[in-house]
């Protein structure tokens, strides 16, 4: 009994040694360190360009802007796309603000005056893509600046220029026109010797006909026409064309 024992006492011995250096040998060894992930890459591409610019004269003061949307696709590690947050916006190369969507009125504007614009997108990175083609409009000249450019191109028997600023419909309507509108005019206005003229509104309050009173100042005496103005939109543009019809001494 007593070797017995003695075996025991011997195989617990082992066992309790066994176990003590396997807690030593696991409290020995460095903790596990798990590598954190890698940085997410930066955008750093930009969205597609800005298509189809439009630019449309919609008042002496106004010019609308229409365009096709760009497409950034670039995604981020979760799937989501970082997307065309908006557009800048450039006047004749001067950047003028950031919008939203693809339309903008730009108001404001000097009557008479021709106008160059660009569109360009950016992303949440502020990625800018490629300038869309330029597109341009003008603003119309008032009712007023039309008939004197009429009068002045009269004077100087400048009849091309003065077909130029007639109003539309006359030209369509006329009997020699379209194929001799200036020989139309011409005949109208050459016997005329301008030396000066004097223009003073009738009527210029109505959205779409304007009338002037003009005292022109010839050679032979002063002679009073009335003038008509009309406002025309052709091709979603928007001006004044002069009635070559006129009439005097009222």
Same mark, same amino acid.
């Given at each position: 009994?007593?070797?017995? /024992? /003695?075996?025991?006492?011997?195989?617990?011995?082992?066992?309790?040694?066994?176990?003590?250096?396997?807690?030593?040998?696991?409290?020995?060894?460095?903790?596990?360190?798990?590598?954190?992930p890698p940085p997410t890459p930066p955008d750093l591409h930009p969205p597609t360009q800005?298509? /189809?610019?439009?630019?449309?004269?919609?008042?002496?003061?106004?010019?609308?802007?229409?365009?096709e949307a760009s497409v950034d696709p670039v995604v981020d590690t979760l799937g989501v796309?970082?997307?065309?947050?908006?557009?800048?916006?450039?006047?004749?190369?001067?950047?003028?603000?950031?919008?939203?969507?693809?339309?903008?009125?730009? &108001?404001?504007?000097?009557?008479?005056?021709?106008?160059s614009y660009t569109v360009e997108s950016y992303d949440g990175a502020n990625n800018t893509?490629?300038?869309? &083609?330029?597109?341009?409009?003008?603003?119309?000249?008032?009712?007023?600046?039309?008939?004197?450019?009429?009068?002045?191109?009269?004077?100087?028997?400048?009849?091309?220029?003065?077909?130029?600023?007639?109003?539309?419909?006359?030209?369509?309507?006329?009997?020699?026109?379209?194929?001799?509108?200036?020989?139309?005019?011409?005949?109208?206005?050459?016997?005329?010797?301008?030396?000066?003229?004097?223009?003073?509104?009738?009527?210029?309050?109505?959205?779409?006909?304007? &009338?002037?009173?003009?005292?022109?100042?010839?050679?032979?005496?002063?002679?009073?026409?009335?003038? /008509?103005?009309?406002?025309?939109?052709?091709?979603?543009?928007?001006?004044?064309?002069?009635?070559?019809?006129?009439?005097?001494?009222?």
């Amino acid at each position: 009994m007593k070797i017995i /024992n /003695n075996s025991y006492g011997l195989i617990f011995n082992i066992l309790l040694t066994a176990a003590v250096l396997v807690l030593i040998s696991a409290c020995g060894e460095k903790a596990q360190i798990i590598p954190a992930p890698p940085p997410t890459p930066p955008d750093l591409h930009p969205p597609t360009q800005p298509t /189809n610019l439009k630019a449309t004269t919609f008042s002496i003061s106004q010019i609308n802007l229409s365009w096709e949307a760009s497409v950034d696709p670039v995604v981020d590690t979760l799937g989501v796309s970082t997307g065309v947050k908006g557009y800048y916006i450039y006047r004749d190369g001067k950047k003028l603000r950031a919008n939203q969507g693809t339309k903008f009125s730009d &108001t404001g504007l000097e009557s008479g005056k021709s106008y160059s614009y660009t569109v360009e997108s950016y992303d949440g990175a502020n990625n800018t893509s490629d300038m869309s &083609t330029p597109a341009s409009a003008a603003t119309p000249k008032v009712s007023s600046e039309v008939v004197a450019d009429w009068f002045a191109f009269a004077k100087n028997q400048e009849w091309d220029k003065m077909e130029s600023i007639a109003r539309k419909a006359w030209i369509s309507d006329g009997v020699f026109c379209p194929w001799l509108c200036a020989k139309e005019i011409a005949w109208h206005y050459e016997s005329i010797e301008i030396k000066s003229y004097d223009i003073k509104p009738k009527s210029d309050t109505d959205e779409t006909l304007h &009338t002037y009173q003009v005292i022109v100042t010839t050679s032979s005496g002063n002679k009073t026409m009335a003038v /008509n103005v009309y406002k025309e939109i052709v091709s979603g543009q928007v001006s004044w064309g002069v009635d070559p019809i006129i009439f005097h001494d009222l």
